[in-house]
């Protein structure tokens, strides 16, 4: 609209000044005649007037043409240097202050108003109980280039970005020797509820994104047990009744409610073990043909997303695992960090159950009472783990670390992982 807006007032400028030419000529005409200047005379210098005028609007159009040149390829320049990466933004920012708060927040009004594409640099949007919290460690205490809050913020899919921008604008600092602090979150909803892709698109389109996953078996047992544990004394449903969406009425999970969701099942259920659904809606894929939609038979909305992402498998995060070999490396290229990354430790510890009552209710998903269920998470994890490979890998914008590794643990996914323990 800009660019239009400006040709048009760029083709009436140019006719003003025609306008204003060609009456200053006559002007000069009518005044020759009116002195009686002789023919020669007012022949030369109509000719002149016209060469004058030629010459004029010829120079005032290559210079527009130029200028506007340069512009275009100024902004082309700037925003293929944005979609690629964040680093771009994190230069910008170094080079000067970044904009008033109040030219990009209306805080009366909980609104954003201005470009914050360069506040958030990443996010750690892993599915939950798929190594969030150990991430958000990681990057928030063991990193000096990396700043990220030390709790939750789902601000994005709670349809509350502005919190975000209050809450950052402040800690968007660099450093004595000139490094911008990245700044992270953490929150293992973000792909799954309704608003949480689309404020990223909207707002943070060069937000590079850090997703981990694990087996869906063990994804579901994690998930029960932590949600059995915390929330006790309130029940979880049998595992047989958690089959299918999370809420009956709609196929995103729920930001608003947990453990008070109306169908009592606190967000546990076998539909979001589905993954590839919800990485299938950052629109990396064609999407064009009758195998892959049979892949994707969910109705969540699917943006066409410029965030780069990177993937893993949680088992990646164990130091021991071949697969994890190169992550820390990786990592730190895909963010563009100064410093190497602490090399990985062995998160993995066993959780020590206090309250013996809770415990009781905590469930053993290769129990045979669990097997229907199980079936039902071995077979989402065969549609995951093929369209992971076959298309999401594809895409220019995901990066995994150790690919051949990565790929063979996602054929685990394929196996019941109860029979392979026994």
Not at 43 to 66: D, E, H, N, P
Not at 137 to 154: A, N, P, Q, R
Not at 328 to 337: P, S
């Amino acid at each position: 609209m800009n660019k239009t807006s400006d040709d048009t007032h760029s083709i009436e400028m140019d006719e003003i000044e025609t306008k204003s030419l060609i009456d200053g000529n006559e002007s000069g005409r009518e005044h020759g005649h009116d002195a009686k200047v002789n023919e020669r005379t007012l022949s030369r210098q109509f000719k002149t007037s016209k060469y004058l005028l030629f010459l004029t609007l010829f120079t005032g159009f290559f210079l527009r043409v130029l200028f506007d040149n340069i512009l275009i390829s100024k902004s082309e320049t700037a925003h293929e240097t944005a979609a690629v990466t964040s680093s771009a933004v994190v230069t910008s920012f170094a080079a000067g202050p970044p904009p008033l708060l109040t030219d990009i927040l209306d805080a009366r009004n909980h609104k954003i108003v201005g470009d914050v594409s360069w506040l958030l640099d990443f996010a750690v949007v892993d599915f939950a109980k798929c190594g969030t919290t150990y991430l958000m460690h990681y990057f928030g205490i063991k990193s000096v280039d990396t700043y990220v809050h030390d709790s939750e913020l789902c601000y994005m899919s709670k349809v509350q970005p502005y919190k975000l921008v209050e809450e950052y604008y402040d800690k968007a600092t660099v450093t004595n020797d000139g490094r911008k602090i990245l700044l992270g979150l953490k929150c293992p909803e973000d792909l799954e509820t309704e608003f949480g892709i689309a404020n990223y698109h909207k707002y943070f389109p060069n937000t590079k994104l850090i997703v981990s996953m694990r087996h869906p078996v063990w994804y579901f047992q994690s998930y029960y047990n932590y949600r059995a544990y915390n929330n006790y004394p309130q029940k979880m449903p049998k595992t047989t009744h958690l089959v299918g969406l999370c809420e009956e009425d709609s196929p995103y999970v729920p930001w608003y409610c947990g453990k008070d969701c109306p169908s009592g099942n606190q967000n546990v259920c076998t539909a979001r073990a589905n993954f590839h659904h919800a990485l299938s809606r950052l629109g990396k894929t064609p999407m064009s043909t009758p195998e892959e939609a049979n892949l994707l038979q969910h109705e969540m909305t699917i943006f066409r997303t410029r965030n780069k992402v990177f993937l893993m498998e949680l088992r990646q995060l164990d130091a021991n695992m071949d697969a994890s070999k190169y992550l820390a490396r990786d990592l730190k290229d895909f963010l563009g960090l100064k410093h190497d990354l602490e090399p990985l430790k062995d998160h993995r510890a066993a959780k020590v159950y206090e309250n013996k009552k809770a415990a009781k209710h905590l469930i053993n998903i290769c129990d045979d009472e669990h097997a229907e269920v199980r079936l039902i998470l071995i077979q989402i994890g065969k549609n995951s783990a093929q369209w992971i490979t076959k298309y999401f890998l594809q895409s220019q914008d995901v990066f995994v670390s150790s690919r051949d590794k990565f790929v063979e643990l996602l054929e685990d996914w394929q196996l019941d992982p109860c029979l392979e323990e026994n």
